[in-house]
């Protein structure tokens, strides 16, 4: 690994997060310039700033030497900038005292910026504008990536930028829509400003001021979770639901299917083969769902499906949001649910889970290798989208199947060790960090929250946060020590 190179990318980056932070400073210092959360941002960006300076001076880097970077530097500075970012975005939440302690602090902010949306704040209405702005810029940051934004901000990456893009990009591949690296991030961030743009004017029309408007705009479209109500989107009625249902939708289908669409190519959604079994999951679960809960509640209308839309839609992309405590629901839906929490968003998107085509695929394997023991001389590939799938492809979404499984057994023995907790709740902190959903199950279930979970369980769940949000790879090599030699 290259240690001068990889230090200063990661310094690069974070100095892209610093500046961000002039956004949320606006809102405190217009709330009250003399603020301690003022003071907060002005440490925090000040830090950040200086450890860019130190590290480009002590640690320069030619731009002959930025094209040595290789995959094994993208990796490690794609894991290493997810850390480093939350550590200094952990800065502004502990020194403004709206989180007591730096564990929390580290907590929320990695929460935020993996899109996860597990909260350890109780009360959420009461923290200051520009606190509850950081908290939700950080899903927006965070959902289409922050290594995506440096590449598109940063011209010193050159040709190098593809191996950064490929590290972080949520997907089993990293497809390009435009030819160079640098363009191919702006149009991805020119697609998620736009569908930003509009949500913030809908949600705007249904009477929702522009910082709320904005906050769940950033939650949303990076299918991350945070609200700026202590109820969440229950707190809203239902155009601003179905509003949310709507962009939730998009936001877990692939980012380059959306830009296609906005060329005027509205075919290739029903041409991709994910896109169309993510819609058929959805379509599926809504009915099933709003006829258990009739059952259930006795009650039939508009409220019982926009409640199974809503959750099925929220799970599903790993939003998080919640209008209803789920909790409460027939042992069926909750099985479903976790299902759905498992499988994630498309690649490509802002959801997290282990995406709908690597579920498919291996699916599509299995039926293959049942299939050929029937059939052994048979020759037969597995097929997306009409075309024969590489074995190397089946190969690296069943080997990233069985790590998932891995870490997210692991994470459900250590929660129920180190919080003797019950196995429902353990498991489902494990599942609801790792696939970057938020919301559980049991004692972290819709209306509860992560702030009971000693400070080992909680750097535990970070560690699945940034784990899952980085595809594992980008976070698990840095435990390895091939990944530290030259």
């Not at 960006?45 to 860019?52: D, I, K, N, R, S």
């Not at 209008?323 to 997290?352: E, H, Q, R, Y």
């Amino acid at each position: 690994m290259h240690k001068k190179l990889v230090l200063n990318v990661v310094s690069r980056i974070l100095l892209v997060v610093c500046l961000s932070m002039v956004l949320p400073l606006g809102w405190a210092f217009v709330e009250d310039y003399s603020s301690t959360e003022t003071r907060a941002f002005l440490v925090a960006m000040l830090g950040g700033f200086v450890f860019t300076f130190l590290v480009r001076k002590f640690f320069p880097v030619s731009m002959d030497e930025m094209e040595e970077l290789n995959a094994k530097d993208g990796l490690a500075i794609v894991g290493l900038s997810w850390i480093f970012i939350s550590v200094f975005g952990a800065v502004p939440f502990f020194l403004s005292g709206a989180v007591p302690s730096y564990t929390d602090a580290f907590f929320e902010t990695a929460s935020g910026f993996t899109t996860t949306g597990a909260t350890v704040i109780t009360r959420i209405e009461a923290l200051p504008r520009g606190i509850l702005f950081w908290r939700s810029l950080t899903h927006w940051l965070g959902g289409m990536g922050i290594i995506v934004l440096s590449v598109a901000l940063l011209p010193a990456l050159g040709r190098g930028a593809y191996q950064l893009y490929r590290a972080e990009a949520p997907g089993p591949t990293a497809e390009r829509v435009r030819p160079k690296m640098k363009e191919t991030a702006k149009t991805l961030w020119m697609v998620y400003f736009i569908l930003s743009f509009a949500e913030t004017v809908l949600l705007m029309a249904g009477g929702m001021p522009l910082f709320d408007a904005m906050c769940h705009t950033f939650g949303t479209m990076a299918t991350g979770g945070f609200s700026t109500k202590n109820a969440s989107i229950a707190a809203y009625g239902p155009y601003i639901q179905w509003v949310i249902i709507g962009f939730m939708l998009m936001a877990g289908a692939n980012f380059q299917l959306h830009y296609q669409a906005l060329r005027g190519q509205v075919r290739s959604y029903t041409r991709s083969e994910e896109f169309r079994t993510y819609l058929l999951l959805i379509l599926t679960c809504v009915p099933v769902f709003t006829a258990i809960l009739y059952l259930t509640s006795g009650s039939l209308g508009e409220e019982v499906l926009r409640t199974a839309a809503f959750q099925v839609v929220s799970i599903l992309t790993t939003t998080g949001y919640t209008t209803a405590d789920f909790n409460l629901w027939p042992a069926f839906l909750k099985v479903v649910l976790v299902i759905l929490m498992f499988i994630g968003g498309c690649a490509g998107s802002t959801g997290g889970g282990m995406k709908v085509i690597r579920v498919w695929v291996a699916l599509k394997s299995g039926y293959r290798s049942v299939r050929q023991a029937l059939l052994p001389n048979a020759v037969m590939h597995v097929k997306i989208d009409a075309k024969p799938v590489s074995d190397s492809y089946v190969l690296m979404a069943t080997t990233y199947f069985l790590i998932y499984v891995s870490l997210f057994g692991l994470g459900t023995v250590f929660m129920t060790l180190s919080e003797s907790t019950d196995l429902v709740t353990a498991f489902a902190a494990s599942v609801a960090c790792l696939s970057n959903i938020g919301p559980g199950l049991g004692e972290v279930g819709a209306v509860e929250n992560y702030a009971w979970i000693s400070i080992p369980g909680k750097w535990l769940l970070s560690f699945l946060m940034l784990a899952g949000r980085l595809e594992l790879y980008s976070i698990l090599v840095l435990l390895l020590p091939s990944t530290w030699r030259k």
